[in-house]
């Protein structure tokens, strides 16, 4: 299963914009590369998902290289609202989603 | 549109006994998994169910079952259960015509075993 590798913890000032990388080296050509994200004692909320080209929502955008070995979620303006556990992983099916440790964002005043 | 809902969200039981959680999944979404989460272990996966059959199994012992209803709805059931049985619940749902594959996950189930 493909494996993926983030930073464990991040800092934003409020109404910048953050970007958290993703590291995804082994993933295969069919995978697509998910985020999510977790605040605490909340379940996982979805973000943004992608195969090879870049993706926006409301939410975020999603930028994969070119070569797909990783990605970063981009939130452009961000606010305390967005300080949580960021997960990305790679893969398809329910019994493929393996979260890591994630990245703990905190956005700052 | 509802989202998945989960119930119980927050259950106390002791060790020994049974528990059974319950999830209505996101309209329209047939495929069901419950995973538990931990702050040692992270997220694991239980099993999925499609059209009432239990498509995959993680590895956790036959303790832990499931079952998935005509109507979607699914619950998973512990049973004899232990100190170490003591996390987060969660079931997601998938395969919505719009949605596809994307996994959409509940708020949980928070299981305290004493």
């Known amino acids: 299963d493909a494996k993926t590798t983030q930073p464990p913890s991040m800092d934003c000032a409020e109404g910048r914009a953050a970007n958290l990388p993703c590291n995804h080296s082994?993933?295969?050509?069919?995978?697509?590369v998910y985020w999510y994200r977790q605040i605490h004692s909340q379940g996982p909320q979805y973000i943004i998902h992608?195969?090879?080209n870049n993706e926006t929502n409301e939410m975020a955008s999603l930028i994969i290289t070119e070569d797909r070995k990783s990605s970063t979620l981009i939130l452009p303006h961000a606010t305390l609202r967005d300080t949580a556990v960021y997960y990305c992983?790679?893969?398809?099916?329910?019994?493929?989603?393996?979260f890591g440790q994630g990245t703990r964002l905190t956005i700052n005043p | 549109k509802a989202g998945v809902t989960q119930t119980p969200r927050y259950l106390i039981k002791t060790r020994g006994q049974q528990v059974t959680l319950s999830c209505s999944p996101i309209?329209?979404?047939?495929?069901v998994s419950w995973y538990q989460q931990t702050p040692g272990q992270g997220l694991q996966f239980l099993f999925e169910y499609f059209s009432e059959t239990q498509r995959n199994k993680g590895n956790f012992p036959g303790r832990f079952s499931g079952r998935q209803f005509s109507n979607s709805r699914s619950e998973m059931n512990v049973s004899t259960l232990e100190l170490g049985d003591s996390a987060l619940y969660l079931c997601?749902?998938?395969?919505?015509?719009?949605?596809?594959?994307?996994?959409?996950f509940g708020e949980g189930s928070w299981l305290t075993v004493v």
């Open positions: 997601a749902s998938s395969g919505g015509q719009v949605t596809g594959n994307t996994i959409y």
């Open positions: 992608g195969l090879k």
């Open positions: 082994t993933i295969s050509g069919n995978e697509y």
């Open positions: 992983m790679s893969g398809q099916g329910a019994q493929k989603l393996v």
């Open positions: 309209s329209g979404h047939r495929s």
